[in-house]
């Protein structure tokens, strides 16, 4: 159940600012990963405010707009393909999420992670495992991150009509993987998400 325990207790510690942060698109075989950090008003109710996965499109869709009116500082930040499968998805991730944290406009005293790892933040950070159903700072920063890349996947999908992306979001759906069989992989895939492309290969040896 989301409240402001967390936060409250973090602002009754002597940290006044606390933002969530949470990531989208770590499972996907293409596309970036994109982090939001959001500072709300400690307290703000906002009607429907919940788990972006738990959350129909069109509800996100609505919440996006809400917490983005209503928040007192929010940033999106992405981790590209390129770092990806230069590192891996982790590296990507978290750096995606300490440059969200960072370009906020205003600088947050203490960040709540979405996850079990809050390493290399220039804040004090906590991680917080499914934080997006527990904390309303977490919640909103997860729509943020799930809308926006959500919107992504469509405009990939316009540039790669062939793969379903908009459908799909980009996981390894059977459809999604019988595309990569058929066409191969894009400048937008990631490489260390589809190997099977070379198992099937060497199944055909």
């Not at 981790?79 to 891996?88: A, C, D, M, R, W």
């Not at 904390?135 to 959500?150: E, F, G, H, W």
């Amino acid at each position: 159940m989301l409240d402001y325990t967390l936060e409250r207790n973090l602002i009754i510690g002597g940290s006044p600012i606390i933002c969530g942060v949470d990531e989208a698109g770590r499972g996907p075989l293409c596309g970036p990963v994109v982090a939001a950090a959001v500072i709300l008003p400690c307290g703000l109710e906002i009607d429907g405010l919940n788990d972006s996965k738990k959350l129909t499109p069109k509800k996100r869709d609505k919440l996006f707009d809400l917490i983005c009116e209503n928040a007192v500082a929010y940033s999106i930040a992405y981790g590209t393909v390129e770092q990806i499968n230069e590192t891996n998805i982790l590296e990507a991730t978290l750096d995606a999420m300490h440059r969200a944290v960072d370009t906020l406009s205003l600088k947050p005293t203490h960040a709540l992670i979405d996850g079990n790892i809050a390493r290399g933040f220039s804040v004090s950070a906590t991680p917080v495992v499914h934080g997006d159903a527990i904390s309303p700072s977490i919640a909103a920063a997860s729509i943020l991150a799930k809308v926006t890349r959500d919107r992504l996947c469509i405009d990939l999908d316009a540039e790669y009509p062939m793969y379903g992306i908009a459908k799909h979001k980009g996981y390894g759906t059977k459809e999604h993987m019988d595309a990569l069989r058929k066409y191969g992989p894009t400048p937008i895939h990631r490489t260390k998400f589809i190997r099977f492309l070379n198992e099937d290969k060497n199944e055909d040896c």
